[in-house]
């Protein structure tokens, strides 16, 4: 489905015959921290989750060149133990989309991992699989990967990302006898866990519908001068987050939506109507009061 609506997109200049993997993912690993460590070590890190990322068909859908999913990763070192090839690390995960008829990347997905902890040697070939785990570093890769995927679907069909989202919830599984973190219901309600287990239960399916709505039939339909009629139709899939609210209070996929997504709403629609912005704003105000600042802003208009 979602390769079938990017072929009739327009936002793109030239096609490719070419088939290709699902993610164009920019990586970038940065030590400002640590001293007495070659750089070199930190330099092939880079490399070898660049080629990890990029290179794996991570899904049976086929993927031209420019559809790929444009995302980022920044592996940011905090404290480096080499001669045990143990790292500890914290992880941002960026992910976009594009709007049809026009040049915009719309912001999918922003997380931020604090609790990594991997082993890292150099020259050695990780493989995957989902139902063993084996290396830390790799099966955060990899679950982050079908996330990005996940969330990317959504925004092209109603709950497209469930395989995808299915697929990281086995590394979740698999990942039940490490001792490391991030992994488990019990050390937080803000981990890789949670992220996937929320997203996957029903309780969150609003959250999915607005996925879909705010991006195919809002965000889509803007270039054809359909504003008014764009804008009304993600003012009303906000709504969907009261009622993810009122079972779980400020949960992690919610932060994370808004994340990425509140500097858009509020670009959106600080030039709308009052009665757009203020429908907008007590159901922003309300599940999202961390940008309240924003919003805020927004409220005043223009």
Request: charged letters at 25%.
């Amino acid at each position: 489905m979602r390769t079938l609506i990017l072929s009739a997109l327009t936002v793109f200049l030239f096609s490719f015959s070419a088939k290709a993997q699902e993610l164009n993912c920019q990586i970038d690993v940065i030590y400002p921290q640590i001293q007495g460590v070659n750089p070199a070590i930190f330099e092939q890190m880079e490399n070898d989750i660049f080629e990890f990322m990029n290179n794996r068909k991570w899904t049976n859908e086929k993927f031209t060149i420019e559809e790929r999913i444009e995302c980022s990763m920044v592996l940011n070192i905090t404290e480096a133990r080499a001669s045990s090839n143990t790292y500890r690390a914290e992880l941002q995960v960026i992910s976009s989309r594009p709007v049809y008829g026009s040049s915009y990347q719309s912001p999918v997905m922003n997380i931020r991992d604090i609790n990594l902890t991997f082993d890292y040697f150099q020259n050695t070939q990780y493989n995957f699989n989902p139902d063993q785990f084996r290396n830390n570093l790799v099966s955060t890769l990899a679950f982050y990967a079908y996330m990005v995927i996940g969330f990317d679907f959504d925004t092209y069909s109603p709950k497209g990302g469930t395989p995808y989202f299915q697929q990281a919830q086995r590394i979740v599984q698999s990942a039940q006898v490490s001792n490391f973190e991030g992994w488990k219901a019990f050390e937080g309600d803000k981990n890789r866990y949670w992220l996937v287990e929320d997203i996957l239960h029903r309780t969150f399916e609003p959250m999915r519908e607005t996925m879909y709505t705010y991006h195919r039939e809002g965000l889509d339909v803007l270039a054809d001068n359909k504003m008014r009629e764009g804008r009304q139709k993600i003012m009303n899939s906000l709504k969907n987050f009261e009622q993810v609210h009122r079972v779980k209070p400020l949960a992690y996929n919610t932060q994370q939506f808004f994340l990425a997504k509140s500097d858009e709403i509020v670009n959106l629609f600080t030039e709308a109507d009052p009665p757009e912005r203020n429908v907008v704003y007590e159901v922003v105000a309300k599940v999202d009061p961390g940008n309240l600042a924003k919003y805020d802003k927004m409220q005043k208009g223009k």
